[in-house]
């Protein structure tokens, strides 16, 4: 692991309360200050005002009457790198979703982790 790892803040937005435990446990244990996770827009958002964050890890989907887009356009606006996690193909995803590297769903925790730290690189 390199050593800016246990620096960097990955806020991760997963409405599954389980995959969202199991993401933070494995980005916890690889080092990274997990921020969340959080199941909601508005959680998330509170959550990036309050704390910050150097990445994201975002669902697009959060339950059956929201989706990410808010944080991800948030993110966009502070220049935050994140990754989507997600079980829809690219081709389905939103806009404000473009460029950022796609994840499906599940993925595993080296992929995960490799994903992040190419994503912060140039941070």
Do not use: W
Not at 34 to 61: Q, T, W, Y
């Amino acid at each position: 692991m390199n050593g800016a790892a246990p620096r960097l803040r990955v806020l991760v937005v997963e409405d599954d309360a389980l995959i969202a435990l199991d993401i933070a446990r494995q980005l916890t244990n690889a080092g990274f200050q997990v921020v969340g996770p959080a199941v909601s827009v508005a959680r998330a958002l509170k959550l990036i005002g309050e704390h910050g964050c150097d990445i994201a890890v975002l669902d697009i989907n959060l339950g059956d009457k929201e989706t990410s887009e808010p944080i991800a356009r948030e993110l966009r606006s502070r220049a935050t790198p994140f990754v989507v996690l997600s079980g829809y193909a690219r081709d389905e995803h939103a806009p404000a979703f473009a460029g950022a590297p796609i994840l499906s769903k599940p993925a595993s925790p080296s992929e995960l982790i490799a994903t992040l730290l190419s994503c912060t690189a140039a941070v």
